[in-house]
C-alpha cells in the first residue's frame, strides 16, 4: 500500500539554525500539507500547497517557514531560524483531490513525523 | 478565527463500554473528516461526512454530521482495546484549503 515517508525520523538542532524536514507524498497525489503537533496537543495546520504553490497557510506559518517541491516526488518544509517553541512533531499529508464535492479521493495520508528538538 | 472544539478532552472506560466523543466548530463545515491517531503515532484518517444530518457507520463505530453542519459525533460500541487512541475531528470551511482539526479525545480502555 503506498504510503508517505518523511526524514529525518528525529532532527535536534540548535536555536538559530535553519533545518530542512522531508517528505515524500503518495506519487499520484496532487495536494500537500504540512502540520505540527506540539507533545500531547492537537494537530495545527501549518499550510497546504497545490500546483507549486502554496494554497493556504495559517498564522504560525510566518516568514520563517517556506514549503518547497524541488522535484517531481519531495515535498519539504525549511525553518529559516529555528525557536525553542518549533519543538514539536512536523507531520506532512498527501491527498488525491481537495474537496469532497469535487471528489471522495480527498482523504489525507499522514507521514510517519518528524520529530524537532530545538535546544 | 475558527476553532473546533472536542469534549470530552480524556475518556477512560471498561472493555465492553460504550464510548462518544462531540466535536463543535465554531463555523459552519462543508465537510468534517475524523481521524485516530495511536499513542506515538500518525493520523490515520477513519471517515468522511459532507451532507447535513448524516450518518455513516463503520462496524462499531457509528459517526454524525449535524443538521447545521458545524457539529459532528463519533460513537463507539462495545469498545476494545485495540480502540486506544486519540480521536480527532478535522473540519473545512468552505472557500479555504485548511483543515482546522479539533482538540482531541484521548481513549483509554480498561481492560
Known amino acids: 500500500e503506498p504510503e508517505v515517508t518523511q526524514t529525518p525520523s528525529h532532527q535536534v538542532t540548535q536555536m538559530g539554525q535553519e533545518v530542512i524536514l522531508r517528505c515524500v507524498p503518495i506519487?499520484?497525489?496532487?495536494?500537500f500539507y504540512w502540520y505540527r503537533q506540539i507533545l500531547g496537543q492537537k494537530v495545527e495546520f501549518l499550510v497546504s500547497?497545490?500546483?507549486?504553490?502554496?494554497?493556504?497557510k495559517s498564522e504560525i506559518f510566518d516568514d520563517q517557514f517556506s514549503v518547497e517541491r524541488p522535484d517531481g516526488s519531495n515535498f519539504t518544509l525549511k525553518i529559516r531560524s529555528t525557536k525553542l517553541e518549533d519543538s514539536a512533531m512536523y507531520f506532512c499529508?498527501?491527498?488525491?483531490?481537495?474537496?469532497?464535492?469535487?471528489?471522495?479521493?480527498?482523504?489525507?495520508?499522514f507521514g510517519p513525523g518528524t520529530r524537532l528538538t530545538v535546544l | 478565527g475558527q476553532q473546533v472544539m472536542q469534549i470530552p478532552q480524556y475518556q477512560h472506560v471498561q472493555e465492553g463500554e460504550d464510548f462518544t466523543t462531540y466535536c463543535n466548530s465554531s463555523?459552519?463545515?462543508?465537510?468534517i473528516q475524523w481521524y485516530k491517531q495511536r499513542p506515538g503515532g500518525h493520523p490515520v484518517f477513519l471517515i468522511q461526512?459532507?451532507?447535513?444530518?448524516e450518518v455513516k457507520k463503520q462496524k462499531r463505530l457509528t459517526f454524525q454530521f449535524g443538521e447545521a453542519k458545524k457539529n459532528s459525533s463519533l460513537h463507539i460500541t462495545a469498545t476494545q482495546t485495540t480502540d486506544v487512541g486519540t480521536y480527532f475531528c478535522?473540519?473545512?470551511?468552505?472557500?479555504?484549503?485548511?483543515?482546522?482539526f479539533g482538540t482531541g479525545t484521548r481513549l483509554k480502555v480498561l481492560a
Open positions: 499529508a498527501s491527498s488525491e483531490a481537495w474537496e469532497a464535492g469535487v471528489s471522495p479521493y480527498n482523504e489525507q495520508f
Open positions: 506519487s499520484n497525489h496532487l495536494y
Open positions: 500547497f497545490y500546483n507549486n504553490e502554496i494554497s493556504e
Open positions: 463555523t459552519t463545515l462543508s465537510n
Open positions: 461526512l459532507v451532507k447535513s444530518g
Open positions: 478535522a473540519g473545512l470551511t468552505s472557500g479555504t484549503y485548511k483543515y482546522i
